[in-house]
């Protein structure tokens, strides 16, 4: 045990170059993923609070659910529709990281517009009656509220991206964890254990760790800036 922890510290002491490059796809993946979620999911979920309309309660219903999407089913589907014979295959995507930030991003918007939505109801108990009494559109009030909650969408990027670069079952199914093409943290983490290389398994371990503790201090500190501008 006190062997796998020394070569797991030089491993991070000597920036090993497996370790740097495994953690920056897994990064340049998962960030690309989650922008998509919010450019999507952020407007759904503001124009599912805002609007009223035939069937909103299904919408509502379907992004809950959509919250809770196993991986390994969104990966099957993926890898249905890339594999030569389904309807994306021309496109030649298949074990590539655009069909892992596919797969991440299908699982983010849900999240993301599902809380968005959460957020910005909240937003409009306190502002709706005057933006109503405004007679402004729902788009529009969409973004007001939007723009009013946009301290509380931060912790919504930091779901979507926990759900992001945390993430194994999908992106193994389309990324197939090639070594130095589509090997993530989590898919590496899962194989190195598996092959008994633990110092490579534990530093990625503590890099992703890491990761996530320096994203929730950043969201942290934007919070107390927040509050300090604007009580």
Known sequence: MSQTLQETLSRLWTLDRDVLAIAWLSLRVSLMAVGIGLL??????????????PGRGVIVGLLNTFMGLPPV???????????????????GLLFTPTAMVAAQAVLATPLVAALTRQVVADAETH?????????????????????DGRFSLVTVALAAFGRAIS???????????????????????SLETQKGDLSLALALGLVLMGLVLSVNAAVAVLRGHAVRAYG
Do not use: K
């Open 127 to 147: 502002l709706g009656e005057q933006l109503r009494s405004l007679r402004l559109p729902a788009l529009r009030r969409a973004g007001v509220l939007i723009y």
């Open 73 to 91: 089913i969104v990966g099957l589907i993926l890898y249905l529709a890339l594999s030569r014979s389904g309807p994306l295959g021309s496109l």
């Open 167 to 189: 993430e194994i079952g999908a992106v193994l199914v389309v990324g197939g964890n090639i070594d130095g093409h589509t090997r993530t943290m989590t898919t590496a983490i």
């Open 40 to 53: 999507v999911g952020i407007p759904l979920g503001a124009l599912v609070a805002v609007a009223r309309f």
